[in-house]
């Protein structure tokens, strides 16, 4: 029993979360189906899937934090989803990656991190068409790595890039893989319900095969440590999570078995061999288990539990990254959907200020000894182990350079001789000046206690110098001394510079927390305050004690957090000090510094030029700052001026503290090189600041206004003086200050009143292809495909009533229930439209391949009908979709399951396919034609988007990009033709929208990503105001976003959301506006059983006036322009504009007043009588004149409240 109680070390480690801040954020990871972490770390990067895709990695510093852009650069690792990654456990910048599409992959990652996105890698190795599933290195031969694909288990040579290994006993997919600590064995899990022990070097590599978790889900595996048990993770026969530990010796029986829950989250084990902490991270769970691993009863002792985010992935940082003078014995990064989270577990003691041995046994080090040749010629050899005392610097980042240097580097090792035995030195003495004097002590005699004098022994500390300590070369290992995050090249002058206040403060504490050992004594206990700060105790070479050193590796661009205000200080050095670099405005931008001149104040000089030879300290080293690097006088670590006081406070700057006397001060503010003011500066910044010209040939964004100064009053003559003297300068865009600004950004969808909608109607048909629409009208009618109660399909033809459009003439229907008259056809339906010229012709295409042309008569149909106006055989199987041409009368475009489209003249009595377009090699999900009927854009299952020039080839002209899923897919033309808008699916069924390049369909320049449904986006785009509509069948809100062709290319507008679902949309054409009403867009909605008008307006103030900002001159789309021959013979034609302003309504812009209109001046007050003013006044007068002079004060409204209410619409009344 006394074991059970056995008190641990790391019984309560907690788990400690930092502030938001302080994690990664704002970064995109999808949900990936592998069966990695999808996450990993080395001492000095980390490195996570990035977007829903998961082809390109994140790789960061391992202390960033902060938010990340999206344009940050990136590894382009693979083409397909990375399914597994990992560092080189001997090189923090080697990383390896598995992708699902057969390519296993290295990459080198330089010391100061990705500058720039990165797609070479150091050397690709082929998996022969497997799915790569796990990769790693091995844990004691530099140069050797394992790579589980399908159900191979291969080792590969880096040093000759080639196989050394294979065993194919598995007969399922490996799902896991572990080595032991020594690299002699590795385990692996299989998806045939075994665990494998394997020994690479010999004849028979399988040595023992047992028994695992009786499910076929991911199962995980794990060595724990230099032992003989391994751990695995995964589910029973009853879905319920496990955990099994089984000894090798005996693989056949468990140790231990341990059932969880019934989640469906799969088990992450990640083991600390050193502190035996497991810790179990579920994938989408919210919770993070700790166990302590015990080798007897009861071997799993579960401690504080981490509640959270959701996990996506999460990895153990290197014991050489660790915080260990804060307490911290392990760090778990938890990759969330959109975050990156260090959870770190520290033990609690009384004080951090010594180092816990205790907590910190010695572990695996960074350098080995051993290469992938000897490994494979049976040599054996430990990787020495290392203290993480700070004294000892061996919290290392270890960068080797490129592949081909560390091939070299490994080649060039010795062969270690079985009795050589290396050590790391682990010592925690630290290196001295020449001691100030000898204490003699006997060597003999442990009980007796020497003292020295403080003073003497704070003196010898402070004029100790210790070497600065640059890259060191041990076995092609360049190593970066980092000290747990102090680095060892300290600055004399910067300690120099403390005060004496600072000293005597600070001195006991260091004295308290150094171990180290004076002129062979032992450092006794500091004495109070008093003992080192009494009078007559500090000399003129006293120097402040060395701060507390930092706990974590941390590069310069590392996030430091501030910890409150802190006293202004200079900087030093060959620059003099100066106020304006302090209380500075950014540079003007195009204007160089050496001359620069301020358009505001004539020739003032803006900042001075950064000299040469500091020129590239100034430059930023963080690799995801999203501001390009720019000239010191512009930009300082990826920061602006305006923030130096933050760069001069912070220890990790170059500024040496420096405290001007007052002399100094009043000579800085007397000589500002001609500056007048901070306004005045930051003034010239912001006149100047312009944003990126667009393309000619795409419309502009949002319109631009003119950003006002903020330091000065607008009344100021001085302030209009100078802004009048700045001739033609262009306004920065309000998208830089505020984000996009759209006029459309509150359009407003309102239903149209109940007697205009059309209602209870019977038997509406869900059963239609996902390439049809479901649903189409016109201004006259509308067509609903209705059940066939014996087998075909029907099509119903209703009459729209009056009110719901302009040219609706019927009248409205009972409410009753609604069997309305039907076309009947022998097949069942695949797609209808409407001419868009002749409202009475519908063509429907049918499971037959024919085309059925229906010709609605005047008034409507009177009875069902199954004689079509005529009927043609278009394809030879099914037709997918039927859409007409926009501009060109009787020409009809179909796409059939033969994978071809063809255009035909309906003009002729028997339509003729005039071009068949080619280059398909799957399902067509959808098409669409150009604004001017020029080209043809069609997507395709095979996730490729083509576009055609009919006329000019019938292959396609330009093919790329395109949907990741095959479920379905919509492409619409935008922005004068100059930019293709897909809706699909990704691998995770999320739907999302992309924006591409007509001219350029490799990548989209835009993606966004909506939600998870099973429901195609149907798109309709208003071309005139670039405004986007979606939604899709079952769905209640319709997604509103404005297409620009400026980032971020797609800008949300107010999404409009109905009360009840709907199974289709059709929107009308522009003559059917109510433009005098701010109407942009009408469309009819199709619900369960109604047809309801829906109206989309924008708000505005005068809406008597004509807002002709809003309704450009459209094109004609309800009339053809030309007959099918003409287009077909490609004559030319000039497109047909029309303004929609109604007759007898004036523009808005004839009634706005421009920008430069002289402003009447107000009325300049009388100057007083000054004469009369000193005249004594009586009492009375007095009081008369106090009463005067409130009452005009006190503003009067004599106006009741509701004189302002404005009344009801007349029209209203008749609604």
């Known amino acids: 029993m006394a074991w ?38 080395s001492a000095a990067f980390m490195a996570f899937n990035w977007e829903h895709v998961g082809s390109s990695m994140a790789v960061l510093p391992l202390d960033d934090c902060g938010r990340k852009s999206k344009t940050m650069p990136l590894l382009h690792a693979h083409s397909d989803t990375i399914t597994d990654m990992d560092f080189s456990p001997f090189h923090d910048g080697l990383l390896l990656t598995g992708s699902q599409d057969s390519l296993v992959k290295v990459w080198h990652i330089p010391p100061e991190g990705l500058k720039e996105s990165l797609s070479t890698p150091e050397c690709t190795l082929s998996q022969k068409q497997r799915r790569v ?68 070097r010999v004849d028979s590599p399988v040595l023992n095969v047992a028994n695992s978790h009786q499910n076929i889900k991911d199962s995980r595996l794990v060595w724990l440590g230099d032992t003989d048990r391994i751990l695995t993770t995964g589910f029973d026969s009853a879905r319920l999570r496990q955990i099994m530990i089984r000894d090798i010796r005996n693989l056949s029986q468990t140790q231990k078995t341990l059932e969880l829950d019934c989640s469906t989250g799969v088990l992450m084990p990640l083991f600390d061999p050193d502190t035996n902490m497991l810790f179990l991270a579920g994938k989408g769970d919210t919770t993070i288990l700790y166990m302590e691993l015990t ?79 000897m490994w494979l010629d049976k040599l054996d050899y430990p990787v020495p182990n290392i203290s993480l005392h700070p004294d000892a610097n061996n919290s290392t980042q270890v960068h080797r350079g490129n592949l081909e240097e560390l091939v070299k580097n490994i080649l060039a090792m010795p062969v270690p001789k079985k009795g050589d035995t290396k050590v790391v030195t682990t010592t925690t003495e630290v290196k001295s000046a020449p001691k100030p004097q000898t204490i003699q002590t006997p060597e003999k005699e442990e009980d007796r206690i020497d ?79 008093s003992s080192i700060s009494e009078a007559g105790s500090a000399s003129d070479d006293l120097e402040a004690p060395k701060p507390k050193p930092r706990t974590t590796a941390m590069p310069v661009s590392g996030y430091k957090p501030r910890l409150g205000p802190k006293p202004f200080s200079a900087s030093a050095g060959s620059e003099e000090f100066s106020f304006d670099k302090v209380f500075s405005v950014p540079a003007v931008p195009g204007v ?63 500024y040496i503290p420096k405290t001007p006397s007052t002399a100094d001060r009043r000579k800085m503010f007397e000589t500002t090189d001609g500056v007048k003011s901070i306004a005045d500066r930051r003034r010239a910044y912001e006149v100047r600041s312009v944003s990126a010209a667009p393309d000619a040939e795409a419309p502009l964004s ?32 309000t998208s830089t200050v505020f984000g996009k600004v759209s006029k459309f950004r509150h359009l407003k969808g309102t239903p149209g009143h109940k007697s205009t909608h059309i209602e209870n109607i019977k038997n509406i048909s869900r059963q239609i292809s996902g390439e049809c629409h479901g649903f189409c009208a016109n201004g006259v009618r509308c067509a609903v495909p209705v059940s066939a109660g014996g087998g075909g399909g029907r099509v119903a033809v209703v009459e729209l009533p009056t009110g719901a459009t302009p040219a609706a003439r019927a ?205 195609i986006l149907l798109t309709h785009i208003d071309h005139d105001s670039g405004t986007l509509f979606l ?51 009408r469309a009819l909605r199709l619900t369960n059983g109604n047809v309801e008008p829906l109206s989309f307006t924008v708000p505005r103030i005068k809406s008597e006036l004509f807002q002709d900002d809003l309704f450009p001159p459209t094109l004609v789309t309800w009339a053809g322009w030309q007959r099918a021959a003409a287009w077909l013979r490609a004559e030319p034609l000039a497109p047909r504009l029309l303004s929609l302003q109604p007759p007898g309504m004036e523009p808005l812009s004839a009634h706005t007043a421009p920008a430069n209109a002289p402003k009447d001046k107000p009325a300049q007050k009388p100057k007083p009588d000054l004469i009369k003013s000193h005249v004594p006044m009586d009492a009375k007068d007095k009081q008369d004149s106090i009463m005067k002079s409130m009452s005009a004060k006190v503003t009067m409204n004599l106006k009741l409240e509701q004189d302002s209410m404005e009344g009801v619409d007349e029209a209203e009344w008749d609604q």
């Not at 309560?12 to 069966?35: F, L």
């Not at 003032?604 to 501001?627: G, H």
């Open 4 to 41: 059970r109680f056995k008190a641990s070390k790391y019984k309560n480690a907690a788990p400690i979360v930092p502030k938001p801040e302080a994690c990664i954020r704002d970064i995109c990871v999808g949900s990936y189906q592998t069966y990695g972490n999808n996450i990993c770390a």
């Open 133 to 200: 599933e796990n990769v790693g290195f091995h844990p004691v031969a530099d140069g050797l790595i394992h790579v589980a694909s399908g159900h191979e288990l291969a080792l590969w040579d880096l040093t000759k890039q080639k196989e050394a290994f294979v065993n194919k006993d598995h007969t399922e997919v490996i799902q896991s893989t572990s080595w032991k600590k020594d690299g002699k064995l590795v385990a692996t899990s299989c998806k045939d319900k075994k665990v494998r022990v394997l020994d690479p």
């Open 295 to 373: 080798d007897k009863e009861p071997y799993l002792i579960e401690g504080l539990r981490h509640s959270g985010e959701q996990t996506k992935g999460a990895c153990l940082v290197p014991k050489r990254a660790l915080r260990v003078m804060e307490g911290e014995v392990n760090r778990v990064l938890q990759l969330a959907g959109s975050s990156v989270v260090p959870i770190m577990y520290q033990v609690p003691r009384k004080s951090y200020r010594d180092y816990h041995a205790d907590l910190y046994p010695d572990t695996s080090g960074a350098v080995t000894y051993l290469s992938a040749p």
């Open 451 to 529: 003292f020295i004098n403080v003073k003497d022994m704070i003196k010898g500390m402070e004029k100790q110098k210790v070497e600065p300590k640059e890259y060191t070369k041990e076995n092609g290992f360049h190593k970066k001394i980092t000290d747990n995050g102090c680095d060892e090249k300290k600055d004399y002058e910067m300690e120099k510079a403390q005060s004496l206040e600072k000293t005597d403060s600070d001195s006991s504490e260091t004295l308290s927390r150094s171990n180290s050992l004076i002129n062979g004594i032992q450092v006794p206990k500091p004495l109070p305050r």
């Open 592 to 654: 160089k510094s050496d001359n620069a001149t301020s358009p505001v104040s004539g020739s003032m000089p803006v900042t001075s030029a950064p000299t040469p030879k500091d020129e590239d300290k100034e430059k930023s080293l963080s690799p995801t700052s999203d501001v390009e690097v720019a000239p010191k006088e512009e930009y300082t670590n990826g920061k602006s001026d305006t923030s130096v006081e933050e760069e001069v406070n912070s220890s990790d700057s170059g």
């Open 702 to 733: 949002p319109a631009p206004l003119r950003r006002r100064d903020s330091l000065k009053s607008r009344k100021s003559p001085d302030r209009e003086e100078k802004r009048s003297s700045v001739p033609n300068v262009t306004t920065k865009r």
């Open 811 to 1015: 009248a409205p229907a009972h409410p009753a229930a609604l069997h309305p008259h039907a076309l009947l056809h022998p097949a069942p339906l695949q797609d209808f439209a409407f001419d868009p010229f002749r409202p009475e012709r519908l063509l429907v295409a049918c499971d037959d391949g024919a085309v059925r042309e229906w010709i609605i008569p005047e008034g409507g149909l009177t009875e069902s009908t199954n004689e079509p106006n005529r009927t043609f055989s278009a394809h030879p199987d099914k037709i997918y979709i039927i859409r007409f041409h926009p501009t060109a009368s009787d020409l009809l475009t179909t796409a059939a399951h033969d994978l071809t489209v063809k255009l035909w003249d309906l003009a002729k009595e028997v339509p003729t396919a005039e071009i068949t377009l080619t280059g398909h090699t799957d399902q067509i999900f959808a098409l669409d034609w150009s604004l001017y009927g020029e080209y043809l854009a069609t997507v395709c299952k095979d996730g490729l988007i083509r576009v055609y020039n009919p006329r000019v080839s019938t292959a396609p002209i330009r093919s790329g990009g395109g949907a990741l899923g095959s479920r379905g897919a919509r492409v619409v033309w935008a922005l004068a033709d100059t930019h293709l808008v897909v809706t699909g699916f990704d691998r995770v069924s999320e739907r999302q929208i992309l924006l591409y390049r007509a001219d350029s369909l490799a990548a989209p320049v835009c993606t966004v990503s909506l939600d998870v449904s099973p429901a």
């Open 1031 to 1081: 939604t899709g069948r079952g769905d209640s809100t319709i997604y509103c976003y404005e297409v620009t062709s400026e980032a971020p290319y797609l800008c949300a507008l107010s999404h409009h959301r109905a009360p009840t679902l709907h199974q289709g949309i059709a929107f009308l054409q522009k003559n059917m506006l109510a433009v005098e009403k701010v109407e942009f867009a």
